[in-house]
Antibody, heavy 121, light 115 residues
Framework: QVQLVESGGGVVQPGGSLRLSCAAS????????MHWVRQAPGKGLEWVAF????????YYADSVKGRFTISRDNSKNTLYLQMNSLRAEDTAVYYC??????????????WGQGTLVTVSS | DIVMTQSPDSLAVSLGERATINCKSS????????????LAWYQQKPGQPPKLLIY???TRESGVPDRFSGSGSGTDFTLTISSLQAEDVAVYYC???????????FGQGTRLEIK
């Protein structure tokens, strides 16, 4: 069965950095686009970033462009999110989610359980 | 970006009754070349990640009970639960995946409770 397991969350000071990981199993990871989606405490869902199956195309929400970098290692079945220059408003549960296709932005058929990132001094 | 607006923000429905959630997009998400609406619906229960219910506006995901249905086209969409069950208490989100340049946006969510 498909499993997505996020890790790397924690408490970080404003201006700091953090790298999230998402370990994938149960499907051919290298054949699907992947996303990060976040949810601030008590709030709705916000799409963060997408990476194509081969890593050749990446797209970001305006709110994180220039600060966050999405990447993947298909040999390790792992998705990453490098977060720099963190702000209080980046505090959220970060989910990795599987796209239903390889190359385009579509809908998500599987989600991880999420990892909490708290930006606070 | 395409803005998705759901109504109502919260809804209380009696068990066995119909629940209707609306979603409106700021521009059409109907792609004329394939006549598909780039609209999905998710259910999120407390402490859990979202779960896909409906895609292409009206296609039910495998395993989703048939009391859930999606309808609409262009800019106006509806998620209907025909006979509310206790396990349907959740927050429901619509999502568009039409945007160019590529981007994804969600509605603000609708909280569904039992009356």
């Amino acid at each position: 069965q498909v499993q997505l397991v996020e890790s790397g969350g924690g408490v970080v000071q404003p201006g700091g950095s953090l790298r999230l990981s998402c370990a994938a199993s149960g499907f051919t990871f290298s054949s699907y686009g992947m996303h990060w989606v976040r949810q601030a405490p008590g709030k709705g869902l916000e799409w963060v970033a997408f990476i194509r199956y081969d890593g050749s195309n990446k797209y970001y929400a305006d709110s994180v462009k220039g600060r966050f970098t999405i990447s993947r290692d298909n040999s390790k079945n792992t998705l990453y999110l490098q977060m720099n220059s963190l702000r209080a408003e980046d505090t959220a549960v970060y989910y990795c989610a599987k796209d239903v296709t390889a190359a385009g932005l579509n809908y998500f058929d599987y989600w991880g359980q999420g990892t909490l990132v708290t930006v606070s001094s | 970006d395409i803005v998705m607006t759901q109504s109502p923000d919260s809804l209380a429905v009696s068990l066995g009754e119909r629940a209707t959630i609306n979603c409106k997009s700021s521009q059409s998400v109907l792609y004329s070349s394939n006549n598909k609406n780039y609209l999905a619906w998710y259910q999120q229960k407390p402490g859990q990640p979202p779960k896909l219910l409906i895609y292409w506006a009206s296609t039910r995901e495998s395993g989703v009970p048939d009391r859930f249905s999606g309808s609409g086209s262009g800019t106006d969409f509806t998620l209907t639960i025909s006979s509310l069950q206790a396990e349907d208490v959740a927050v429901y989100y619509c999502q568009q995946y039409y945007s160019t340049p590529p981007s994804i946006t969600f509605g603000q969510g609708t909280r569904l409770e039992i009356k």
